[in-house]
């Protein structure tokens, strides 16, 4: 289940970080069943890292334990090269698969928002909706793994599966 595996979370840290915040909350939380391994907790960075050879060195340190990705897609997510577009080239160079939480509540790829380097890959695209980022962690890296190399293009998860959820 996706909740063992250390998940690697990308975000834009000035505009979304109260996303990633939410969802360390909800972890947090002893009455919500939401759990993941959070890869940030590794090698935590200090307040003197303002060297970005220094801050990906780090970085790519935390996605060594990393079996997943999340990518929290807001309003800017797609212009920022810095660290957004370099952590999904390293996520794609360690073939790890990506789950795009749309903050704008979207079932379905956001073409407006995505990042040009995911927008034709075998990423899921989903709502940033506790349940269904649940299943996402629970089911899409087994689905990722098992895919054929004619598999590509985005994935989004069926009404259906929205409906068993409750959302």
Avoid at 38 to 60: C, F, Q
């Amino acid at each position: 289940m996706g909740y063992r595996n250390k998940t690697y979370i990308i975000f834009d840290g000035d505009n979304d970080i109260w996303a990633y915040r939410f969802m360390k909350g909800w972890r947090a939380n002893k009455n919500i069943d939401f759990n993941f391994h959070d890869a940030h907790d590794i090698n935590r960075l200090t307040n003197n890292a303002r060297s970005p050879e220094y801050v990906k060195k780090k970085l790519k340190e935390r996605f060594k334990s990393a079996k997943q990705i999340i990518v929290l897609i807001g309003d800017k997510t797609k212009n920022l090269y810095r660290y957004v577009r370099w952590e999904l080239e390293v996520a794609q160079t360690l073939d790890l698969p990506i789950i795009a939480v749309n903050l704008n509540n979207l079932r379905s790829q956001d073409i407006e928002r995505v990042p040009p380097i995911i927008r034709d890959k075998y990423v899921v695209h989903i709502p940033f909706k506790l349940a269904i980022i649940k299943f996402a962690l629970d089911n899409f890296p087994n689905e990722y793994h098992r895919r054929q190399s004619v598999d590509i293009g985005s994935r989004y998860y069926s009404d259906d599966i929205y409906q068993k959820l409750g959302i």
